[in-house]
T-cell receptor, first 111, second 111 residues
C-alpha cells in the first residue's frame, strides 16, 4: 500500500486559497489519488480524485505532477465552513484492496 | 435519496454482551466497508466486502465479524465487546472503491 504524508494542520483566513500537499512516494502505476473531507462526528465526504495532471470540480482542484509522487489539493476562497480534516488516499482502481486513511490535515479557517 | 444508514446511532453496552450494528445502502453498490475512528488514530478499516458473500479483513479486524448476505446490507457484529472497542464506527459503500459514501456514524461505548 502506498503510504501518504500530509501536514498535520494548516490555518488560513476566509477568502484565501488553500493548498494542501500530500506526498506518496511509493505510488504504483495503477493507483489513483483521492481526497476526502471530514467534519467532526460526521463520515468523510469524497471531494475529488485524479490520476495525473489536473482535475477540477465545483469544490476543488487537484494538481498531480508528472512523477505522481505528490499531489496538491487546492480549495479556492475558503470560508469558515471549510474548517475540517482533509484526507489524502492512494487507491488502486480495479482490484480488491483495502483502503487506508492517514491522519489527515486539520484545516482551520479563521475569520 | 441516495444514502447509507446505520443503526443504532448511539449505543452504550456492557462488556461481553453481543451486539450488531446494521448498515444499509440504497445505491446498489457492490463495495461496502466498516471503519472505526478513534482520537489520534484516524480512520481505520475493519472489514470490507467486494460483493455478496465476499468479505475481507481490513487493518483492525480482531474482535469483529461481518456478513454480506444481501447486496444492500453489511452488518457489523461484536460477539463479545470489550472497552477497547469503544469508538465511532462508520459504514461506507461505493460503486468505485475510491468514491465512498459514508453513513452518519455509530457511537459505541462499552463499559
Amino acid at each position: 500500500l502506498a503510504k501518504t504524508t500530509q501536514p498535520i494542520s494548516m490555518d488560513s483566513y476566509e477568502g484565501q486559497e488553500v493548498n494542501i500537499t500530500c506526498s506518496h512516494n511509493n505510488i504504483a502505476t495503477n493507483d489513483y489519488i483521492t481526497w476526502y473531507q471530514q467534519f467532526p462526528s460526521q463520515g468523510p465526504r469524497f471531494i475529488i480524485q485524479g490520476y495525473k495532471t489536473k482535475v477540477t470540480n465545483e469544490v476543488a482542484s487537484l494538481f498531480i505532477p508528472a512523477d505522481r509522487k505528490s499531489s496538491t489539493l487546492s480549495l479556492p476562497r475558503v470560508s469558515l465552513s471549510d474548517t475540517a480534516v482533509y484526507y489524502c488516499l492512494v487507491v488502486l482502481s480495479g482490484s480488491a484492496r483495502q483502503l487506508t486513511f492517514g491522519s489527515g490535515t486539520q484545516l482551520t479557517v479563521l475569520p | 435519496e441516495a444514502q447509507v444508514t446505520q443503526n443504532p446511532r448511539y449505543l452504550i453496552t456492557v462488556t461481553g454482551k453481543k451486539l450488531t450494528v446494521t448498515c444499509s445502502q440504497n445505491m446498489n453498490h457492490e463495495y461496502m466497508s466498516w471503519y472505526r475512528q478513534d482520537p489520534g488514530l484516524g480512520l481505520r478499516q475493519i472489514y470490507y466486502s467486494m460483493n455478496v458473500e465476499v468479505t475481507d479483513k481490513g487493518d483492525v479486524p480482531e474482535g469483529y465479524k461481518v456478513s454480506r448476505k444481501e447486496k444492500r446490507n453489511f452488518p457489523l457484529i461484536l460477539e463479545s465487546p470489550s472497552p477497547n472497542q469503544t469508538s465511532l464506527y462508520f459504514c461506507a459503500s461505493a460503486e468505485y472503491r475510491a468514491q465512498q459514501y459514508f453513513g452518519p456514524g455509530t457511537r459505541l461505548t462499552v463499559t
